[in-house]
C-alpha cells in the first residue's frame, strides 16, 4: 500500500504576525493546516507572552531556516518598573520590589551603556541546555541555573515613550539576544526592579510587521484562492548574501548535486561580495545562491574557482 502524502508541496516563507497566548510551535501547526502544507518549521521562537513577526518556512524554504535564524531582529518593548519576576517577564513569581522610578533622561543614559558588543547572561527561563536538560525546566523546578555569559550585539535602542511607571524601547539586536536579560541587566543599573511587560518582535531579516500577517487574513486569503499572494520565495531568508546567474546545463548539474566550474571574471566579482559569517556553526564567507530563469536552485560555497553545492532546491 502506498503512503499518502500529508499535505502539499508549498515551497516559501509566511511572515506570521503571530499573537499573544499561541507558542511558535502552535503558530506554525495553524498555518501549516491552513495552508495544506506538507512541511513547516519556524526561524527563531516568540515566546507565547510575545507577539509579532513569527517567519514560517515551508517546504525547501526548511533549509534556509539556519541563514535567518542569524539575521537581525528588531523588538519593541514595555518596562513596567517596581517589580522583578524570576522569569523576567508579568507571569513570572514576584522576587523583588522597590519603590525606584528611574527618570527618562537616566534610562537613556543607562541604555546607551549596552549598545555594541556585550556580554550577557541568559535568563534563568530560557532554552538553554544545561546538562541536557533545558534551563527554564530546571528553574521551574526551583533550582538555580549557572549560564556562562554570552558575547551578543545590540545595535541600536531607544526610548519611545516613557512615564513614571513604565518606559517602551525599540531595540535591533543580533542573534542570541535576549530581551528580559537586557530588562534584568538595565533595571539592576539603575538600582531598580523592573520586568516585560509587553513584548512585540518587529522584524526578523527581511520580514517587518509591516509585510506580515494575522492567522485571520491567511485564513482569509485561502478562502479567497490567494494564498499564493502571502507567500514569499525561498531566497528571502537569503538576501544579503552574493546571487549567482546559471544557465541550464549548470542548473542541471547543480540539482545532481554537481559541483560547477566558473569563469575567472565570475569569482573574482563573487569575491568582492563575500563576507566573514559563520551559519550553524560553519563557515559561510563564501556562500552564493544559485538561479536559473527566477529560482534559486541550490545553495553553496565558491572555491578553487568553483561552486560546490551543499543545500538543492526541488521547487521545480
Not at 190 to 212: C, M, P
Not at 247 to 269: M, S, T, Y
Request: hydrophobic share 45%; glycine share 8%; aromatic share 6%.
Amino acid at each position: 500500500m502506498s503512503r499518502r502524502k500529508r499535505g502539499q508541496d508549498i515551497h516559501g516563507w509566511i511572515a506570521l504576525d503571530k499573537p499573544l497566548d499561541m507558542t511558535s510551535t502552535q503558530a506554525v501547526a495553524a498555518v501549516r493546516r491552513l495552508l495544506g502544507a506538507n512541511k513547516a518549521g519556524h526561524a527563531g521562537t516568540l515566546d507565547p507572552l510575545a507577539s509579532g513577526v513569527l517567519p514560517i518556512a515551508l517546504g525547501e524554504a526548511t533549509k534556509t531556516v539556519p541563514w535567518l535564524m542569524e539575521a537581525e531582529k528588531g523588538y519593541q518593548f514595555t518596562i513596567a518598573w517596581g517589580v522583578s519576576t524570576a522569569s523576567q517577564d508579568r507571569e513570572g513569581e514576584v522576587i523583588a520590589r522597590s519603590d525606584a522610578r528611574p527618570d527618562p533622561a537616566a534610562i537613556a543614559a543607562a541604555l546607551a551603556g549596552f549598545v555594541g558588543e556585550v556580554q550577557q547572561v541568559p535568563p534563568q527561563f530560557s532554552a538553554i541546555k544545561v546538562d541536557g536538560e533545558r534551563a527554564y525546566d530546571i528553574a521551574r523546578a526551583g533550582e538555580t541555573v549557572t549560564l556562562q555569559p554570552r558575547l551578543v550585539v545590540l545595535k541600536m535602542a531607544q526610548m519611545l515613550r516613557a512615564d513614571k511607571d513604565s518606559v517602551t524601547l525599540e531595540i535591533r539586536c543580533g542573534k542570541g539576544f535576549y530581551v528580559r536579560a537586557l530588562v534584568r541587566d538595565l533595571a539592576a543599573a539603575l538600582g531598580a526592579e523592573g520586568h516585560v511587560a509587553d513584548l512585540r518582535r518587529t522584524a526578523v531579516g527581511q520580514f517587518t510587521a509591516e509585510s506580515s500577517c494575522t492567522l485571520d487574513a491567511l485564513a482569509e486569503s485561502v478562502h479567497k484562492g490567494a494564498a499564493s499572494e502571502r507567500l514569499y520565495p525561498i531566497e528571502t531568508a537569503l538576501a544579503d548574501i552574493p546571487a549567482l546567474a546559471i544557465n541550464g546545463e549548470d542548473a542541471f548539474k547543480l540539482k545532481q548535486g554537481r559541483a560547477v566550474v566558473l569563469l575567472p571574471h565570475i569569482v573574482e566579482g563573487l569575491k568582492g561580495k563575500f563576507r566573514p559569517r559563520v551559519i550553524a556553526g560553519q563557515d559561510a564567507s563564501r556562500a552564493v545562491v544559485a538561479f536559473h530563469d527566477g529560482l534559486a536552485i541550490a545553495l553553496g560555497d565558491v572555491r578553487a574557482g568553483a561552486f560546490q553545492p551543499h543545500r538543492v532546491f526541488q521547487q521545480f
